[in-house]
């Protein structure tokens, strides 16, 4: 029965039943953890062929000793298949080190401190730096921009991705606002795919924004795909093309999640000019990536066929612990009142939404009983949620069987809240 159709009674009888619940979790001494998404043991195993996969040969096809210095921008034919994930041509490709984040932040950093065209166009030759953050968003990307001092400003999530009418308002008025934070396919947390015209207005942005304004596209979860019927993403390069905007969007990817999670390849894309801009700063930071490990990884994958079989047995994998929590979401909370959530089609994460000013509650009530939830308010900008209402789920890295103990108890935390809020509201 739906919160709102109860008496007060009626509530207090819940409450009871509730409270009962609770101390029998409380006594059975859990240690459950839904807080990152991780890929589990049984996911990275299936990449344990990287090891000895070179056998002794170390030279890429056009004879580069990988072993040795050189090669800032990455192997060539780690360019092609990584760039094709992107939806990039090897030209507009530049293979990093393992971390995705890494690339981000010195992206970010560049543009910031040196410019991406000479030190006239810094952000930092300007008083205030503002960038855009789609919310509930990826609070590592929020935390670069507080690191560096850059001032965020939230701006709403839909179904369809951010609220580009929100966007284009923002970016007109305040030539401050250099640049937006987007992961449109599978968007850590809700899962959704940004629509086609979402892309496109994204892609358009160069157009209407302040000179030098970049849109960080990172493309973290374009393969991880749960179901076939998953919804591609439209190509933001093609729409760029389009509308003359190349060099106002970076892209990013990488394998953290496909193959291991702390030794994979992460890459990134834009324009020949970006990249070349970019290409010289790195070469003060470093000499070279890890070319061996690149090697490894595209002897590994080979192609977008093998990459995509690949995939497929990381979903087979996984989607049982998605399906596990979203059944339980709907069977005990269904036509209550007392949250909503989305059913993912990939990614890694479930979004779910208490009642207003119920998430820190309910992650502090499962904490007390050994269930560990990602903070509330890390999904938005200094750890701010208004609504205190929404909390991210990660259910890949536990076994299924402790993936649906904390989802069990994890119900029971969202209907106790609720129905003290509701009692203490009448």
Request: charged share 20%; aromatic share 8%; glycine share 8%.
């Amino acid at each position: 029965m739906h919160i709102d159709q109860l008496s007060t009674n009626e509530l207090a009888t819940q409450l009871e039943f509730l409270q009962e619940q609770y101390s029998k979790l409380h006594s059975l001494n859990l240690s459950l953890d839904l807080t990152r998404g991780k890929p589990g043991a049984d996911q990275v195993a299936l990449s344990n062929a990287l090891d000895g996969m070179l056998d002794g040969n170390y030279l890429a096809a056009d004879g580069t000793d990988t072993r040795n210095y050189g090669g800032l921008d990455g192997l060539a034919e780690a360019k092609v298949l990584f760039g094709a994930v992107l939806g990039l041509p090897p030209e507009e490709t530049l293979i990093g080190g393992n971390s995705s984040l890494t690339l981000m932040y010195n992206t970010i950093d560049f543009a910031l401190s040196e410019g991406l065209r000479r030190p006239e166009s810094a952000w930092g030759n300007s008083d205030t730096v503002k960038f855009l953050c789609p919310s509930p968003g990826y609070d590592r990307h929020f935390a670069i921009c507080e690191h560096l001092g850059i001032e965020m400003i939230t701006v709403a999530m839909l179904d369809s991705g951010p609220d580009m009418d929100m966007v284009e308002a923002l970016v007109q008025q305040d030539d401050s606002i250099k640049g937006i934070w987007c992961v449109p396919r599978f968007s850590n947390p809700t899962g959704c795919v940004y629509s086609d015209e979402t892309v496109e207005r994204v892609a358009r942005l160069g157009q209407i924004a302040t000179e030098h304004f970049i849109v960080m596209w990172d493309n973290a979860y374009a393969v991880h795909a749960l179901y076939d019927d998953a919804r591609p993403l439209a190509s933001i390069r093609d729409y760029c093309l389009q509308h003359g905007t190349l060099d106002n969007v970076f892209q990013f990817g990488s394998t953290s999640k496909v193959t291991f999670a702390g030794s994979g390849v992460a890459f990134l894309g834009s324009s020949v000019d970006n990249l070349a801009a970019l290409k010289a700063h790195l070469a003060f930071r470093m000499i070279g990536p890890d070319k061996v490990n690149q090697l490894r990884h595209v002897r590994f994958l080979q192609d977008r066929d093998t990459l995509a079989a690949h995939m497929a047995k990381h979903a087979a994998l996984i989607r049982p612990r998605f399906e596990s929590v979203l059944r339980t979401l709907e069977q005990e909370l269904g036509r209550t009142g007392m949250g909503s959530w989305l059913a993912p089609r990939g990614g890694y994460f479930i979004s779910f939404n208490t009642l207003p000013g119920l998430a820190r509650e309910v992650v502090r009530l499962a904490d007390d009983i050994g269930v560990k939830l990602t903070p509330a308010g890390a999904t938005f900008p200094y750890g701010k949620d208004p609504q205190d209402s929404n909390i991210r789920l990660s259910p890949t890295f536990p076994s299924e069987q402790d993936v649906q103990a904390t989802a069990d108890a994890f119900v029971v935390c969202v209907k106790l809240a609720s129905i003290r809020q509701r009692l203490e509201e009448a």
